[in-house]
């Protein structure tokens, strides 16, 4: 079981309410990741962070925030939820670099924007 | 952008047989990883064979990596019912940059 872990699992919210979906892990990784996945579908990276105080917009468009300020812990915000935010959010951590260079993934928030 | 493309899409297999899904990538690569998900749950790191590796085995997962066609393919044998799951290959360029996933296989092995 890989110590990451998000929280809420789920969040049935209505539209122009603000979210934050929180991500924390526990084995020190200074990389941390944000994925956006519909039902079914590819991943897609929405952003990403090199360490404490280092976020980066991924290969997606979103209108989420995040922040860094410890290295365990990378929410995402949304200011204003609209149902074209209705997905499921995964986040994920890795070593910077090294040789075993895996992605441990948490178990995702789905997320419904009434 | 994404990358990696799985083929097929969908596999339905029965229980005892072998699944195989392939994988391709379009830039050079520092190492080829392969992920597990199951329904509604985050993914599960399977294996990982670098860029100077041809075959790597572990348990009844068998991976190959043919760097000059951009390809690895993924050979599940005597596939279980609980080996349902999307499987999602994702390439890690040689900067150490980001995980760029494919659009996954989602594999039925029915009973």
């Known amino acids: 079981e890989a110590d990451i872990y998000q929280t809420p699992r789920y969040l049935v919210i209505g539209t122009g309410k603000k979210i934050t979906l929180e991500c924390s892990q526990t084995m020190g990784h200074d990389k941390m990741y944000w994925y956006q996945q519909d039902p079914g579908m590819e991943l897609h990276l929405i952003h990403y962070?090199?360490?404490?105080?280092?976020?980066e917009k991924g290969d997606l468009s979103s209108e989420s925030t995040v922040s860094r300020i410890r290295t365990e812990h990378f929410p995402l915000t949304l200011e204003s939820a609209r149902p074209s935010h209705t997905s499921q959010y995964l986040c994920?951590?890795?070593?910077?670099?090294?040789?075993?260079?895996?992605?441990?993934f948490g178990q995702g928030t789905r997320l419904t924007v009434v | 952008s994404q990358q990696g493309e799985e083929d097929p899409q969908a596999l339905s297999i029965q229980e005892g047989e072998n699944a195989t899904m392939n994988c391709s990538y379009k830039?050079?690569?520092?190492?080829l990883q392969w992920y597990r998900q199951n329904s509604g749950r985050g993914l599960v790191h399977l294996i990982l064979i670098r860029s100077n590796e041809r075959e790597k085995h572990s348990g009844r997962l068998r991976v190959t990596l043919d760097t000059s066609k951009k390809s690895s393919s993924l050979l599940i044998t005597a596939s279980r019912a609980a080996d349902t799951a999307s499987y999602f290959c994702?390439?890690?360029?040689?900067?150490?940059?980001?995980?760029?996933f494919g659009p996954g296989t989602r594999l039925s092995v029915l009973p």
């Open positions: 994920a951590s890795s070593e910077y670099r090294g040789i075993k260079f895996e992605a441990f």
């Open positions: 962070s090199y360490g404490v105080n280092s976020t």
């Open positions: 994702a390439t890690v360029d040689n900067y150490g940059q980001n995980f760029v």
């Open positions: 830039t050079s690569i520092n190492n």
